[in-house]
């Protein structure tokens, strides 16, 4: 019987992909965004629950995950994806967009994280995948509160990682470089969008298609529990940096 997987950020990009591959896989699933309509117009069928969460507020994350749990069982796997990738120089970027990003690329992932880690610890069972970027280890101009946001997640999984793995519960961490998600829809500032868009066109303009990531993530989860690959870098092969 297949366990339960939590999926954040479930309304589009990595997270809609990763929706489609588990549940082609009939895992039961919860679904949460923000986007409720968005995650509904996947169209998927069997054990799904979708929830509207933002994952900065615990006691909304939790109930929606306490609700599924009394459904479906323990969580197994949390795919820590939701995030915010607003581009700008520290001069001139509004304040209010970097506590943005911190609060949902890094308060977000250590809500789930401690909304399921104690049940995991209980079980010596339990998997976390928590969605970075590469740029969580190298620097990208225009992307500095982006880039302090995705090395807080790659410190905090590593360290995580080292509590948790006595007790049989894997945390696990993906890196994806540039990617056909909606994460520019959000950006403010045009010249750090139009340089990021020039950067594109260099890579002949297709960036990487958001299933290859969802495949990997699968491949991850389902390797044996006793296995636990630590990091995944993955990019597309045109992307130099």
Do not use: C
């Not at 679904?31 to 998927?44: N, Q, S, V, Y």
């Not at 410190?155 to 509590?163: D, F």
């Not at 948790?164 to 945390?171: A, I, K, P």
């Amino acid at each position: 019987m297949k366990k339960l997987i939590v999926i954040t950020g479930a309304s589009s990009g990595f997270g809609a992909a990763m929706a489609k591959i588990f549940n082609a896989n009939d895992y039961p699933l919860l679904l949460l965004g923000r986007r409720t309509e968005k995650i509904e117009a996947l169209k998927l069928s069997g054990e799904v629950m979708i929830r509207h969460t933002d994952v900065t507020d615990q006691e909304e994350f939790s109930a929606a995950i306490h609700e599924a749990e009394k459904k479906y069982g323990p969580t197994d796997l949390l795919i820590n994806n939701a995030g915010l990738m607003l581009l700008g120089n520290v001069w001139k970027q509004s304040s209010k967009e970097w506590q943005t990003m911190l609060d949902t690329n890094v308060m977000g992932v250590l809500n789930g994280m401690q909304i399921v880690l104690s049940e995991m610890k209980e079980n010596h069972h339990g998997t976390i995948i928590n969605i970075s970027s590469i740029a969580g280890f190298k620097a990208f101009q225009n992307h500095a509160a982006y880039v302090a946001s995705k090395y807080g997640v790659h410190g905090l999984s590593e360290t995580v990682r080292q509590e948790v793995s006595g007790d049989n519960v894997r945390v696990m961490l993906v890196a994806p470089g540039a990617a056909e998600t909606e994460l520019l829809t959000h950006v403010t500032d045009d010249s750090a969008l139009s340089e990021y868009e020039a950067w594109k066109q260099s890579m002949g303009g297709i960036t990487l298609d958001p299933v290859h990531v969802a495949e990997t993530v699968k491949f991850m989860y389902e390797m044996p529990q006793e296995v636990n690959i630590r990091e995944v870098d993955i990019a597309a092969t045109l992307q130099d940096n």
